[in-house]
Antibody, heavy 114, light 108 residues
C-alpha cells in the first residue's frame, strides 16, 4: 500500500533553515509528482508547491518562492523540502502528498523558537 | 489570490445524506478547477477522497461522491457513518492550488 513517511518534528531557532523529508513506498515513486502543504492555525491549509519526482523540476506557490526549496532523490524514493530563514510564521505542520492529494504523509511539525 | 469558501460546520445523522460545498470567489467552479476533497481525522490524519471533481481515490467508499452543483463543487456522503465524522477540505486549481477553510462534519 502507498505510504509516505515523513521525518520527525523539528525545533529550530529563527533565521536558520530546516530540511524535512518524505519517503515514498508501496508504489513507483517516480510515477507521481509530490506536493507539499502547510497547515497552520492561522491559514488552515496552504499549497506550497509540487515537484516532479522523475525530472526534479518544481513549481511553487508564489508566496513560498524563496522560502521553500523542493528536491528529490530518486535512488532512495525520497522527496525533500528545505525552508529557509525561518521565522515564527513558519511554525506549522508540513505534509507531503501524492499522487495529487490522494495519499498524505503523517506531517512534520516545525517549531521556530529562540 | 482566489478565496475558497466552505461551510464551517455541518451536522448529520447516521444513514442520512449530507452535501458539503466549495465556493470560489472568482465565480463558478468548473471542471477546470479540478476540485479535490480531502478528509482530516484526529491526529492530523489526512486522506484524499475525490480528485478531478468526481473521481474517487483508490479505496474510498462509494458513499463519497463529488460533483458540481450550481456554481459550486460538492462532496456528497450518501448514508453517512459515524466514522465519517471529520474535517473536510476542498482544494481548487487556479494555476495554484487553493484550499478552503474546511467543514467540520459531526455525525450523531
Amino acid at each position: 500500500q502507498v505510504q509516505l513517511q515523513q521525518s520527525g518534528a523539528e525545533l529550530v531557532r529563527p533565521g536558520v533553515s530546516v530540511k524535512i523529508s518524505c519517503k515514498g513506498s508501496g508504489y513507483t515513486f517516480t510515477d507521481y509528482a509530490m506536493h507539499w502543504v502547510k497547515q497552520s492555525h492561522a491559514k488552515s491549509l496552504e499549497w506550497i508547491g509540487v515537484i516532479s519526482t522523475y525530472y526534479g523540476d518544481a513549481s511553487y506557490n508564489q508566496k513560498f518562492k524563496g522560502k521553500a526549496t523542493m528536491t528529490v532523490d530518486k535512488s532512495s524514493s525520497t522527496a525533500y523540502m528545505e525552508l529557509a530563514r525561518l521565522t515564527s510564521e513558519d511554525s506549522a505542520i508540513y505534509y507531503c502528498a501524492s499522487p495529487s492529494f490522494a495519499y498524505w504523509g503523517q506531517g512534520t511539525l516545525v517549531t521556530v523558537s529562540a | 489570490q482566489a478565496v475558497v469558501t466552505q461551510e464551517s460546520a455541518l451536522t448529520t445523522s447516521p444513514g442520512e445524506t449530507v452535501t458539503l460545498t466549495c465556493r470560489s470567489s472568482t465565480g463558478a467552479v468548473t471542471t477546470s478547477n479540478y476540485a479535490n476533497w480531502v478528509q482530516e481525522k484526529p491526529d492530523h490524519l489526512f486522506t484524499g477522497l475525490i480528485g478531478g471533481t468526481n473521481n474517487r481515490a483508490p479505496g474510498v467508499p462509494a458513499r463519497f461522491s463529488g460533483s458540481l452543483i450550481g456554481d459550486k463543487a460538492a462532496l456528497t456522503i450518501t448514508g453517512a457513518q459515524t466514522e465519517d465524522e471529520a474535517i473536510y477540505f476542498c482544494a481548487l486549481w487556479y494555476s495554484n492550488w487553493v484550499f478552503g477553510g474546511g467543514t467540520k462534519l459531526t455525525v450523531l
